[in-house]
């Protein structure tokens, strides 16, 4: 069980101390991807490397830029491929073996989200280091110690004995000339899960003065400024050139090292990331295909921050500048599931306090802020 393979954070937290895990080293640049020999080299003792891909195009990048540079520096790689399969339980254990098999002392996750999440899994339970390698610029998770909600929640239920905890890259390696060549839709999810923090630092404040809720200034102030980079540079970011990617991966890196600093990801998920998990259960319920996910939360975001009485008018404006969509015609999915979504995000994470309360909004309220905001 996870809490057996890794003892040391377990008897830190019973000792009442923060645990802080933050990148060592980050490379990030047009040709960052040559640089991925040393950097391995550096955290592997004994060069066994795992290389973890996702679809056809993460898999060509890991064969021709990745693996290739790796065998020809004396390391022994073994990879693999996720392909169409989720970032679930199920793929989780898939890869677990394999790493396992080749005793692996280090994992790299080449891709998106998805691959990403399974290979910081994996990472965190068999408490090996991993390497971020990013080829879009979709959400923080390239950076930071968190995992999808839905995903922790299937490894805890199966796997641990408590609440499953991931972890930090020991490394990222972010090549701004492939993340460039990505759909450009994920450098605008990117930008949209970043607009975010404005929500998410306002919930937490909300938390920590209402619940008692742990708080740090520092952590916060961390997420506002990734916020407020996408905001200031939102004209430039919108070009899509390779310095548009560099923009958007030094903001995605600062907010994943503020959820480090918090231990948690809430300078970086607030009521907008409930929305946005709470859409993906109804798309599963009612067979409609969900948006990418940063486009939900910037969706959320306009949402929330209205009923925080905030500027949320400054994050639709920034989110059209970008090409966003800014209601639910643009984004894809019908209103009436933006309505019950409204209505069921505060029973995602009971746990996490925000402006959604303990008892939520009633389908009137959320049909009244969806039209005020004008995303109906």
């Not at 677990?96 to 280090?106: C, E």
């Not at 980079?229 to 600062?254: C, D």
């Not at 909004?361 to 049909?367: G, H, K, P, Q, R």
């Amino acid at each position: 069980m996870i809490a057996d393979l890794n003892p040391g954070v377990s008897l830190l937290i019973d000792k009442g101390l923060e645990l802080m895990e933050i990148p060592r080293k980050i490379v990030f640049g047009p040709m960052a991807i040559k640089e991925v020999n040393e950097v391995c080299s550096e955290f592997s003792p004994d060069g066994k490397v795992f290389v973890l891909s996702g679809g056809k195009h993460t898999t060509a990048i890991a064969d021709d830029k990745v693996i290739p540079v790796l065998e020809e520096g004396g390391l022994n790689v073994k990879s693999a491929s996720l392909g169409s399969q989720l970032a679930s339980l199920h793929s989780v254990l898939n890869i677990l073996k394999k790493v396992k098999k080749h005793k692996s002392s280090l994992l790299l996750a080449v891709g998106g989200g998805k691959v990403i999440d399974v290979g910081k899994a994996v990472s965190s339970i068999l408490g090996i280091p991993y390497i971020s390698i990013p080829t879009s610029a979709a959400n923080d998770g390239i950076a930071s110690p968190e995992i999808s909600y839905l995903l922790k929640i299937e490894i805890t239920k199966e796997l641990a004995p408590q609440k499953f905890k991931a972890r930090a890259p020991i490394a990222i390696i972010a090549d701004t000339k492939i993340i460039s060549r990505a759909p450009r839709v994920t450098l605008i999810a990117g930008c949209g899960d970043l607009l975010a923090k404005f929500v998410a630092v306002k919930d937490w404040e909300l938390a920590y003065k209402l619940r008692g809720e742990p708080y740090s200034e520092y952590a916060a102030s961390l997420a506002l400024l990734s916020a407020q980079l996408i905001v200031k540079r939102a004209k430039y970011i919108k070009e899509g050139l390779e310095e548009s990617a560099r923009i958007v991966v030094k903001a995605l890196i600062g907010s994943g090292v503020a959820m480090s600093i918090a231990g948690s990801s809430r300078p970086a998920s607030g009521s907008e990331h409930l929305f946005s998990h709470a859409l993906d259960v109804l798309s599963k319920k009612y067979g409609f295909k969900a948006a990418p996910h940063g486009l939900q939360v910037g969706l959320g975001a306009i949402m929330m921050m209205w009923l925080h009485g905030g500027d949320w008018e400054r994050i639709r404006n920034t989110l059209k500048l970008l090409g966003a969509p800014t209601n639910a015609y643009e984004l894809g999915i019908e209103p009436k599931y933006i309505i019950e979504a409204l209505t069921i995000a505060h029973k995602i994470r009971p746990d996490r306090y925000t402006i959604l309360g303990s008892a939520g909004l009633t389908a009137e309220a959320a049909e009244r802020l969806a039209k005020e905001t004008e995303v109906i």
